[in-house]
Nanobody, 116 residues
Framework: QVQLVESGGGLVEAGGSLRLSCVASGRSFSSLGMNWFRQAPGKEREFVAN????????YLEDSVKGRFTISRDNAKNTVYLQMNSLKLEDTAVYYCNTRHGGINYWGQGTQVTVSS
């Protein structure tokens, strides 16, 4: 099993920045590709970013490219989502995710609210 715990959400004004963290436990972190998803009120959960096990390859959803960065520290079992130039439409619950052994694992989520 894998346990994921997110932190770092909060209330921020449009144009501001936040850094989300997700700490993983239960499996060798360096063996896991990691993802961030988000779910806005009344909408389906959507993919935001992915980072490969080594951190050498990342992928960002188009709407966040140039504003968000995903990174990881395998020594700290932690994946990060740096969010800059936040927009009202970035308001959502952000979830950390990984898949191992055919099972999707999710954190509890952290709320990000962007105000005007």
């Amino acid at each position: 099993q894998v346990q994921l715990v997110e932190s770092g959400g909060g209330l921020v004004e449009a144009g501001g920045s936040l850094r989300l963290s997700c700490v993983a436990s239960g499996r060798s972190f360096s063996s896991l590709g990691m993802n961030w998803f988000r779910q806005a009120p009344g909408k389906e959960r959507e993919f935001v970013a992915n980072i490969a096990r080594s951190g050498a390859i990342t992928y960002l959803e188009d709407s966040v490219k140039g504003r968000f960065t995903i990174s990881r520290d395998n020594a700290k079992n932690t994946v990060y989502l740096q969010m800059n130039s936040l927009k009202l439409e970035d308001t959502a619950v952000y979830y950390c995710n990984t898949r191992h052994g055919g099972i999707n694992y999710w954190g509890q989520g952290t709320q990000v609210t962007v105000s005007s």
